[in-house]
Structures are given as C-alpha cells and as structure tokens.
C-alpha cells in the first residue's frame, strides 16, 4: 500500500492535532527531504513552530494507518521515498 504526500501530511495533522489538543485544520505540515537529515518537517500549531525528524513521521503514520485504515503498523513497515512528492510504502 502507497500513501500519498497528501496522506503523510494527514497523518501528521491528526497526530499533533490529538497531542496538543486542538483541532486538526490549526495544524499546518510541510513535508521535507534533505541530504544531511533526511526526512523531515516543520509542523505549525496554532502559529508555533516545530520541525519534526524521520522517527515522528513514522509514528504519526503507524497512527493513522491504525486509526484510518485499522491495520496495525510498525516502522520496519513503513519506507519512505521521494519522486516529484513524497511518499510512503507500507508493506504487509
């Protein structure tokens, strides 16, 4: 199974939105990929910022997958990628 960008943002959205406790659409995600520190991102709640690393994506997506879809995920699971987006295999 293949999320989309659109998806891992979601899963990020809702994470932080349970965590902080505030409405997912006051969360605002933007997805990264770097050479020195991979995949990352920067995470605005309620106009505060905070960039996340590789290991708060991945469990941002192990919830959603649990939450959206009811499979239970683990990250050796789960690989990202990046073409024109990013992107997240989960493999069965």
Not at 1 to 9: G, H, Y
Not at 49 to 60: C, M, T
Request: with cysteine; proline share 1%.
């Amino acid at each position: 199974m293949r999320l989309s960008m659109d998806e891992i943002v979601n899963a990020v959205c809702l994470h932080f939105a349970e965590r902080k406790g505030v409405k997912p659409t006051d969360v605002e995600v933007q997805l990264q990929w770097d050479e020195d520190y991979g995949y990352t991102a920067e995470v605005w709640v309620l106009g505060r910022s905070q960039y996340i690393v590789e290991a708060n994506l991945l469990e941002a997506i192990e919830r959603y997958m649990f939450t959206e879809y009811g499979r239970r995920v683990f990250r050796e699971q789960i690989r990202l990628g990046l073409d024109d987006e990013i992107w997240a295999d989960i493999a069965d």
